[in-house]
């Protein structure tokens, strides 16, 4: 995994957590843009290494903005979205760590968005498939609220996932350079796609519209 150093200008907070399942370069990549923006980072980990999390950040990290714990416990901090920085493999054994983590979100948060930024492998390329990775993990979480009784409205929104890790630091790494990215958003709640737009809105990219998870692998 490659170290990624950059130079910003800190900005001032803007007092809402989102948290970040997973690690990687791209994960990372997507923490640099929040905290640019003036979002509260936590990331959830199997193997949760604040060293390793201080080297990636270098300049930018804050003990104040910035944190890394589990997996369970991010899920349970963030203030309404959580993006899912992992492969659609992990999809499963995760869906059962996000119905058990939002048990323990207090009632008045009572929804959670979560950003599905994953693609196809390439073992399914020109294979058929009746459900994208969003529809699936939607579908497993689902049957997880229903099993648990649990009173929390969970949303799943592709998105992100036409972006690389490059695109993810652009203007970070040169502000004066402004060449538009199109997020394309796709995801059956109205709400939940207005406030992923929003947040697109924020951090900089324009945003293409699309109703349904039909399609969105």
Known sequence: MSEIKIQIEEKKSLNEKISIIGTSDFGISIGKRL???GFDVI????DPNLKYLKKCFEEQFTMNRLSVTTIS????????????????????????QIVESLSRKHKTKNSTILIDASNLHDSSHGKTLSFSNAEKLESLIQKQIID??????????????????????QYIENVTKS???????????????????????????????????????
């Open 35 to 37: 905290l640019h923006f």
């Open 43 to 46: 990331y959830g980990s199997c």
């Open 73 to 96: 416990d991010a899920l349970h901090q963030a203030d309404s979205i959580v993006f899912l920085a992992v492969s659609s493999d992990f999809y499963e054994n995760l869906a059962d």
């Open 148 to 169: 648990s009784k649990l009173d929390h409205q969970v949303n799943v929104i592709k998105a992100f996932n036409l972006l690389n890790s490059n695109s993810m630091r």
């Open 179 to 217: 060449v538009p990215k199109t997020v394309p958003i796709a995801g059956n709640d109205t709400l939940s796609k207005q406030k992923v737009k929003d947040l697109c809105a924020k951090l900089g990219f324009d945003i293409a519209l699309i109703l349904v998870h039909s399609n969105q692998h």
